[in-house]
């Protein structure tokens, strides 16, 4: 898809993200660019301690930011906002989480967890209008009208997950954050929860960012996905191109430790294993480049034109 045509929900620029100070200041993510456009499930996918997390909660206004921006609807939401606009802002973006069973009022009814986000907003009109829009989204994500008045430790963890997505898209965000959404969940809903995200996304247009550490997941819900390693993203594209294609050595570590089921097949793949020290950053400063239309990579300039070489 030519991207220059889509219109850009969130866009991210030279994001920096530390933590501590001085002696024990950590910089946790640098030099992030990236945009999510509308209606996507944009991922980023790393491994653990990468920075996902950190740039998912800035996104939502939970982690300050160093520096650079996170720019929303056109407008920037990193430290500048408050009051009004961040009660808006707080709307329009919001989450889903990793644990379905921490993140649930024990002692709320199903009910009371889906409708609070409609009482702080006021989105109802009346009583019977709350009642049914809280029906319209149980059913949504799976579950029956008489489970409205149960109390959440009498669900299964995927049921659970499906209030927790029916608390969030109850609001009718423009952005999700989902963080780990099924690493909770047993193995076998984690496809269910996965095809409903997806329905949420075809169906009324919500876009994700969706934040993993399989590979396999992402690229079964995603449309692009950044790879980030020790807070930098180090590969951009779209879902198949970067399994096709993957320019970073990195990438290509990470996409030849995925688990192959034919042991003849996996017998005979090379296994990639990463070494930064390969990169020159000492002399030549790495960018964000891109080495094909939608497909960018960090790396320096030499680096970038023997990639550019090989894909064109
Ligand atoms: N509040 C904090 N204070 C200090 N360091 C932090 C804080 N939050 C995160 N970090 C550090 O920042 C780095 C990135 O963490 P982050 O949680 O974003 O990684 P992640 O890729 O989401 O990993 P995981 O999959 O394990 O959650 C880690 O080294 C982590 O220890």
């Given at each position: 898809m030519?991207n ?21 200041k ?34 939502l ?35 889903i ?9 024990e002692?709320?009814?199903v ?5 609070e ?9 009346n ?10 989204m ?11 008045y ?14 927790g997505?029916?608390?969030?898209l ?7 954050v ?6 909770a ?7 269910q ?23 396999s ?38 996409l ?57």
């Amino acid at each position: 898809m030519d991207n220059s045509t889509r219109e850009t929900l969130l866009s991210i620029k030279d994001l920096e993200i530390t933590f501590g100070t001085g002696n024990s200041k950590f910089v946790a993510v640098q030099d992030v660019n990236f945009d999510i456009f509308k209606g996507e499930i944009f991922s980023l996918v790393g491994e653990s301690g990468s920075g996902k997390t950190t740039i998912g909660r800035a996104v939502l206004g939970i982690n300050p930011t160093s520096n650079g921006q996170i720019i929303f609807e056109g407008k920037q939401i990193n430290g500048k906002i408050s009051g009004k606009e961040k009660f808006d802002i707080e709307r329009k973006i919001q989450m889903i989480f990793q644990d379905p069973s921490a993140s649930l009022n024990e002692r709320a009814t199903v009910d009371y967890i889906i409708s609070e986000g409609l009482y702080n907003y006021k989105l109802f009109k009346n009583e019977e209008d709350r009642l049914n829009k809280v029906k319209k989204m149980l059913e949504a994500v799976g579950l029956l009208p008489e489970q409205l008045y149960r109390y959440p430790h009498e669900f299964s963890g995927g049921q659970r997950q499906r209030i927790g997505i029916a608390r969030a898209l109850i609001m009718n965000p423009d952005l999700v954050v989902a963080d780990e959404p099924i690493s909770a969940l047993d193995m076998s809903i984690r496809a269910q929860v996965l095809n409903l995200l997806k329905k949420f996304q075809r169906e009324q247009g919500v876009t994700f960012l969706f934040v993993a550490h399989d590979l396999s997941v992402v690229r079964y819900i995603s449309d692009r996905i950044a790879v980030i390693r020790a807070g930098r993203i180090l590969e951009l594209a779209e879902t198949e191109e970067l399994f096709n294609n993957p320019i970073h050595p990195y990438t290509k570590s990470l996409l030849s430790a995925i688990p192959i089921p034919d042991p003849q097949i996996a017998k005979n793949r090379e296994n990639i294993v990463y070494d930064p020290s390969i990169h020159n950053y000492s002399t030549e400063k790495p960018k964000f480049e891109e080495i094909k239309p939608g497909h960018f990579v960090y790396c320096n300039e030499t680096e970038a034109k023997e990639y550019k070489i090989k894909f064109k």
